[in-house]
């Protein structure tokens, strides 16, 4: 069992709509991290969140817009979205962004399709 | 700049069969290494790491050393699984940097 989960498991929405995704850990991790991930790609890092304040933006366009309410729970709010951004949306976590040598968790992810 | 490549795939193999899925690296300074294994539909699972030269990562039989002198991390396994079907990834991380770099990615395949 995964321990980031992330809500939802797949959203489809249209290029005018607002959604959020959600992600969630519980193993006191102080580091959360949004990635991008196309089809047969590696994931590609969007955003870095260090004890809840955004410490890497990876010059990610504004229709997404990263939030990080405590320590355990990380947001990506979606708005008037392209169909480019049709992919899997994975959260991560990790002790410490210092904390070089130790891995990241990830969650399952959100496929996102847009319409 | 700090670089992670993968040997090409697909890789597809029988059942039973030796595997190595070769990484190679570029980097400043000295990496900590990691193999990741995406299954269908889920996210990344790490399966191994290291952090120092000659250390020796294992897990559910996958194994990979850390060589700092051919700056490689290559994953090995004695014998497959259909199970084990999934794409790899080598994965580099920098004392100071707060990102993983990732190589592009293996696709293995093994059949029965």
């Known amino acids: 069992d995964t321990e980031v989960t992330q809500t939802p498991k797949h959203l489809v929405m249209g290029m005018t709509n607002k959604k959020s995704l959600k992600c969630e850990q519980h193993m006191g991790h102080r580091a959360m991290y949004w990635y991008k991930q196309k089809a047969k790609k590696p994931p590609e890092l969007m955003f870095v969140y260090s004890y809840e304040k955004l410490s890497i933006n990876e010059s990610v366009p504004s229709r997404f817009s990263p939030e990080c309410p405590n320590s355990s729970l990380l947001n990506l709010h979606l708005h008037a979205l392209q169909p480019e951004d049709s992919a899997l949306y994975l959260c991560a976590s990790s002790q410490d962004r210092g904390v070089w040598n130790q891995p990241q968790h990830f969650g399952d992810g959100t496929r996102l399709s847009i319409l | 700049g700090d670089s992670v490549t993968q040997m090409e795939g697909p890789v597809t193999l029988s059942e039973e069969a030796f595997l190595t899925i070769n990484c190679t690296y570029t980097a400043t300074g000295y990496p900590s290494l990691f193999w990741y294994v995406q299954y269908p539909g889920e996210g990344l699972q790490l399966l191994l790491k290291a952090t120092k030269a000659d250390d020796k990562g294992s897990n559910k039989g996958f194994e990979a050393t850390y060589r700092k002198e051919t700056t490689s991390f290559h994953l090995e396994k004695g014998s497959v699984q259909v199970s084990d079907s999934a794409v790899y990834f080598c994965?580099?991380?920098?004392?100071?940097?707060?990102?993983?770099?990732f190589g592009q990615g293996t696709r293995l395949t093994i059949n029965p």
């Open positions: 994965a580099l991380s920098l004392e100071g940097a707060q990102k993983l770099v």
